[in-house]
């Protein structure tokens, strides 16, 4: 092999283990996945876990990946011995990482790497994580927008261009790349999802889902509103609509009837108040009386989600639900009910068992609370 050719290999070598952290700083699994060989094989001793193939890399990544609060990783370059279509190598990492359970601290490790010459390009064999030295004393720091300063100098929730709002921090649409993770873990996690363009997309789909005759329960939604949809299921002929019906019950005389009515439609359309890039869905309530049907009551449950509910984790999610999404309802319920709202009740759907009940529309475009 001449020195131009070693060179190159050297190269693209390092560009791998490269991608590899961006990979998992992203949160990316199929990218990450896809830097092995199909029969390639990632082993942490020290854990322990031993993933084999791509399928399995990807999968295990999901699980380990919504553990996160938070996770930094600093890969730092190694050794590289090439020998024609085979190379081996390390990479020395220092990482400090936060779980959602409180389990934290800082390491130091090194990855003992196999890598393979494929038509895709150099691709790991083997990645072998070894555990050099590990600090579990609680960290001082925080991720940004959490509990702690988002530059040097600057106070909690402040940024370089004044003080951040966490209305300002939970309205903004989330990027594509954000957007596809959601999607990603999403289906990992048995839901069916689809990313829709906009919300008359889902004013479309929805009436290509939902049969023609089935009972269907609306939640009280802006989303809903805001798009139509629930003008279209509850004003049409087209459905028995619920909402309408049990308006006009006698909550005194007919509870059990509107117990009944709302937990156990045909189909349940609603919104939530965020949806994690590790595929969870999170749905607060003041009542309650939209859970049941969300939760399995319903024989199919649709969600019409806007970009803005994208947030990385079940912390920041619950978050979003107090700081964001309550001040909003809250102003809402005073002005259609003469009183305030409350978070009684929350939901969190971290998977579907039974494939094809629950579906979800996820929007590019921010739309409701």
Known sequence: MNDFQEVADRVEIEALRGEFTDAVMMRDRPRLAALFTADGVLRMPDIPIELVGREEIRTGAERLQSRWDFFVQNSHPGTIRIEGDTATGRTYMQEIARTLDGIEGMNFAIYHDTYRRTAEGWRFAERVYEIRYIDTTPLGGSAPGVNGPVHSGGQAGETATGTAT???????????????????????????????????????????????????????????????????????????AIRPRVLTMDRATEFDEIRRLVATPDVCVASVAAVTETGSLVIASGSGSQLPAS????????????????????????????EHSLPLENKRSLAAYGQPSAI?????????????????????????F
């Open 344 to 368: 009684n009740k929350l939901l969190v759907l971290n998977a579907e068992p039974y494939p094809g009940r629950c579906t979800v529309l996820l929007l590019r475009e921010a739309i409701g």
């Open 166 to 240: 966490a209305t300002d921090e939970f309205a903004a649409p989330a990027s594509a790349e954000r957007l596809d993770r959601a999607i990603t873990a999403l289906r990992a996690n048995g839901f069916t999802a689809e990313l829709l363009d906009h919300a008359s997309a889902a004013r479309t789909r929805i009436k290509e889902l939902i049969p023609e005759g089935a009972s269907v329960f609306t939640g009280a939604s802006e989303t809903l509103r805001l798009s139509g949809i629930a003008q279209d299921i509850e004003a049409g002929d087209h459905y028995e």
């Open 295 to 322: 939760s399995g009551g319903a024989g199919h449950a649709i969600w019409i989600i806007g970009a803005q509910k994208v947030v990385p984790d079940l912390r920041a999610a619950l978050r979003r639900v107090e």
